[in-house]
């Protein structure tokens, strides 16, 4: 299982597009298991340019935020 719960990691992925994107519209894509422990995957529900945050369950850091698709 999980140590946050999806609320709490989609607060720290808003939180790390603050200044990037509009952060409301976030879903979350997936929750993938690493060498780590799970990774939870936000990404904001836009067409063509996307933003996609990475949020490590076990601290709660953000292991990365990068666009998507941009044209």
């Not at 720290?12 to 990774?39: F, I, K, R, Y």
């Not at 995957?41 to 945050?53: N, P």
Request: glycine fraction near 8%; charged fraction near 25%.
């Amino acid at each position: 299982m999980t140590r946050l719960t999806e609320d709490e990691a989609r607060a720290l992925a808003q939180t790390a597009l603050v200044n990037e994107a509009n952060s409301e519209n976030l879903v979350l894509v997936s929750l993938e298991t690493v060498e780590t422990g799970p990774v939870w995957i936000f990404q904001t529900a836009t067409i063509g340019a996307q933003w996609e945050v990475r949020i490590e369950d076990q601290t709660g850091s953000v292991l990365g935020v990068k666009r998507l698709g941009l044209r």
